[in-house]
């Protein structure tokens, strides 16, 4: 019953909020992301599963052990919010469980999993849904009814965790849509990753989102879907994306009525600055049209340390 899995974290290019709605969303897997090895250690003893969760810095942030096959939390220990990650990855365990009744129903001693982050748990990057597709893996059971049953979201970021490089992605009637996207920038070298420091959950991220009247969010959907198909196909310069994301950046604002990361942050600013994911958190998406050392000089100078260029952030075909 031994297990090892790799999966890609990700970033949510176009479509923020909209996804939800059906829109077509850009989606791109990073380099970094989240791995998962289960072994058995004894086969004596009582029935438990023993996990351990690892920083990108090797260090223990999270434990927790728990009874087979029923599940029961033991103890758990760590930083602390341990009491709710535990919650949180007992209710993962326990509806895989309810989707494959075979799964963990014959095991016997003692298991031990260990997850292993390969980026800092407050960029934002998928340290859940990496770990909810890899459960799923390991259970057998489908990783899109597992993300729904449990934590909730469109599940691009599932597709994301397998994916080679960049994909299109459209929830649709309540089904999963999505496809290899070509979307390799010859301007790149102008995009980089700038790291907020604001983490925020997905579901604090959607309040401003869902408290707008439905036909509201409705009206931008087939401009920001179409935003997102000229990003991946037809966008060649860096001034046709850079007005092609700000006028994302402006449809999103209409929407959930919060000021945009440039105003609040970069408002000096020689390039454009687009939010990923929830507003407020995170990392953004900026270009520049001046050198890396510039670029990277103006966020330290604003006292933003954590700069990364497109690719070596971004998983490519």
Known sequence: MSFSMRTNGKILLTGEYFVTEGAVSLALPTRLGQTLDIEQSNSKGDSQLIWKSYSNEDAIWFEASFTLPGLKLIKSDGDEDHPKVAKTLQSILREAKSLNSKFLRKTKGTWEAKSVLEFARDWGLGS????????????????????????????????????????????????????????????????????????????????????????????????????????????????????????????????IQQPRAKELYFEDYWGEVKSLGGWGGDFVLVTSNKSAEKTIVYFQEKGFETILKYGELIKEY
């Open 128 to 255: 859940s849904s990496t770990l909810i597709t890899m459960i799923a893996e390991w259970a057998q059971v489908d990783p899109f009814q597992l993300l729904e049953n449990t934590l909730g979201g469109s599940g691009y970021d599932i597709v994301a965790a397998k994916a080679e490089g960049p994909l299109l992605f459209q929830k649709f009637n309540g089904n999963n849509r999505w496809d290899r996207s070509d979307f390799n920038p010859e301007f790149k070298e102008q995009l980089y990753f700038v790291h907020l420091g604001k983490k925020q959950s997905s579901k604090e991220a959607l309040v401003y989102y869902t408290i707008t009247p439905p036909e509201e969010r409705e009206k931008p959907l087939p401009r920001i879907t179409q935003i997102t198909h000229d990003i991946a196909q037809y966008t060649h310069n860096l001034e046709d994306f850079e007005a092609l994301i700000e006028e994302h950046e402006t449809l999103v604002q209409s929407v």
